[in-house]
């Protein structure tokens, strides 16, 4: 996470935040709600502000997008065998 040292200089916390990474602002919210500062409802306007590299046009668009998005979100948790899965199942199905 950026560094700041404050010895009576003003740091705007937008200016901070905005400074910061998508994987920094990630990790100051989690420290906040960590931390009981605030609710998990921060965590999810901070996820929520990033920008997708995808220009959805119909619902099934959406909904791929937000199968990645759950997929990265979550991805210290998916294993290879995870990945074989579905890419097992959807040539089962001629989707691949």
């Known amino acids: 996470m950026a560094e700041f040292e ?13 400074s ?3 994987k920094e602002r990630e990790e100051l919210a989690k420290l906040i709600i960590g931390e009981g500062y ?3 409802l921060l965590h999810e306007v901070v996820k929520g502000s990033r920008k997708s590299l ?9 909904e791929i997008v ?4 759950a997929i990265w979100d979550n991805k210290n948790f998916v294993e290879q065998k995870h990945i074989d899965e579905i890419f097992k ?8």
């Open 38 to 40: 605030v609710s998990d």
């Open 66 to 69: 937000r199968l990645f998005n």
């Open 6 to 18: 404050v010895n009576s200089i003003y740091i705007d916390p937008e200016d901070y935040f905005l």
């Open 89 to 96: 199942n959807l040539r089962e199905k001629k989707v691949l």
């Open 20 to 22: 910061c990474s998508e």
């Open 54 to 62: 995808f220009e959805p046009e119909t619902y099934s668009e959406q």
